[in-house]
């Protein structure tokens, strides 16, 4: 079966309304966010690092590992799949053309490049390398085989550089440059989402769950211009927490408080994709 219609229903959740893109982290997390009824799926670099027992964030994950996870992500589900492929795994352009080039060919329907150097010591790319950056990667996406999309993000506020003015400059920048889609996580406030979706329109705009100064339910951020919300690596942590929780009491021995809100085996084995 082609992947075309499922990418192009991909980009059609992008054209009107506002959707949820919950991020998985392996092939059985998206089996349990499918079964819920999302209308497609993300990936986490965060999930994925501490799935591999690394950090996030450090280029501790590479192109390979990064691209097999979303390759199984998809296999997984029959759902689109947009990979977040950090900053492209390499400096230059075509290190991010290759990647998304790569990523199509993965049985992807998108994925996001960041503005991102992974150098604490100057982790932002200068303005025209980011912005050049992105337009690879939008010439290898539009001579996909698929309606590949792009989502470019913007990563100030993220790494201690609270700037809206460049982060509003380098979005619109990017939009004219290719990309599909604009991501700037962790803006502050509404007014700064706002502000991003006027800068960009008509291109839709991911905000990361939503403004940091208080979160709003979907319906709030849908009816500010938003077309999607995502949520990193929120349910990979929201897993492990549990992890932890949990074997916190069994660590104290107290057996019955563990397991007395534990999900039942048979509950996720139905989920689960029997083999062929």
Same mark, same amino acid.
């Given at each position: 079966?082609?992947?075309a219609?499922?990418? &192009?229903?991909?980009?059609?959740l992008?054209?009107?309304?506002?959707?949820?893109?919950?991020?998985?982290?392996?092939?059985?997390?998206?089996?349990?966010?499918?079964?819920l009824?999302?209308?497609?799926? @993300?990936?986490?670099?965060?999930?994925?690092a501490?799935?591999?027992?690394?950090?996030?964030?450090?280029?501790a994950?590479?192109? %390979?590992?990064?691209?097999?996870?979303?390759?199984?992500? @998809?296999?997984?589900?029959?759902?689109?799949?947009?990979?977040?492929?950090?900053?492209? $795994?390499?400096?230059?352009?075509?290190?991010?053309a290759?990647?998304?080039?790569l990523?199509?060919?993965?049985?992807?329907?998108?994925c996001?490049?960041?503005?991102?150097? @992974?150098?604490?010591?100057s982790?932002?790319h %200068?303005?025209?390398?980011?912005?050049?950056?992105?337009?690879?990667?939008?010439?290898?996406?539009?001579?996909a085989?698929?309606?590949?999309? *792009?989502?470019?993000?913007? &990563?100030? $506020?993220?790494?201690?550089?609270?700037?809206?003015?460049?982060?509003?400059?380098?979005?619109?920048?990017?939009a &004219?440059?290719?990309?599909?889609?604009? $991501?700037?996580?962790a803006?502050?406030?509404?007014?700064?989402?706002?502000?991003?979706?006027?800068?960009?329109?008509?291109?839709?705009?991911?905000?990361?769950?939503?403004?940091?100064d208080? /979160?709003?339910n979907a319906?709030? /951020?849908a009816?500010?211009?938003?077309?999607?919300?995502?949520?990193?690596? @929120? /349910?990979a942590?929201?897993? $492990?927490?549990?992890?932890?929780?949990?074997?916190?009491?069994?660590?104290?021995?107290?057996?019955p408080?563990?397991?007395?809100?534990?999900?039942?085996?048979?509950?996720?084995?139905? *989920?689960?994709?029997?083999?062929?």
């Amino acid at each position: 079966m082609t992947l075309a219609p499922t990418a &192009e229903q991909f980009r059609s959740l992008h054209r009107t309304g506002c959707f949820v893109l919950p991020n998985a982290w392996d092939a059985g997390s998206s089996r349990l966010l499918a079964s819920l009824g999302f209308p497609a799926i @993300a990936t986490t670099s965060a999930g994925l690092a501490f799935m591999l027992g690394r950090r996030d964030g450090v280029a501790a994950v590479s192109r %390979a590992e990064a691209l097999a996870n979303a390759g199984d992500i @998809a296999a997984a589900t029959d759902l689109p799949v947009s990979a977040d492929l950090e900053d492209g $795994y390499g400096p230059t352009p075509e290190d991010c053309a290759t990647t998304v080039r790569l990523a199509a060919a993965a049985g992807l329907c998108g994925c996001t490049i960041e503005d991102t150097t @992974a150098d604490p010591a100057s982790p932002i790319h %200068a303005f025209d390398a980011a912005v050049a950056r992105v337009r690879a990667a939008a010439r290898a996406a539009r001579a996909a085989p698929i309606p590949f999309m *792009l989502t470019a993000r913007a &990563e100030n $506020y993220l790494h201690g550089r609270p700037d809206l003015d460049d982060t509003v400059r380098r979005l619109v920048a990017f939009a &004219e440059a290719g990309a599909d889609c604009l $991501y700037a996580p962790a803006l502050p406030d509404m007014a700064s989402i706002r502000t991003v979706i006027a800068a960009v329109a008509p291109r839709p705009v991911n905000v990361l769950i939503g403004p940091r100064d208080g /979160l709003l339910n979907a319906e709030s /951020l849908a009816e500010a211009g938003v077309r999607r919300i995502s949520v990193g690596g @929120a /349910l990979a942590r929201a897993a $492990y927490g549990e992890m932890l929780r949990v074997a916190g009491l069994l660590r104290g021995g107290n057996l019955p408080a563990a397991m007395s809100d534990i999900v039942a085996h048979d509950t996720i084995q139905n *989920l689960m994709r029997p083999q062929p």
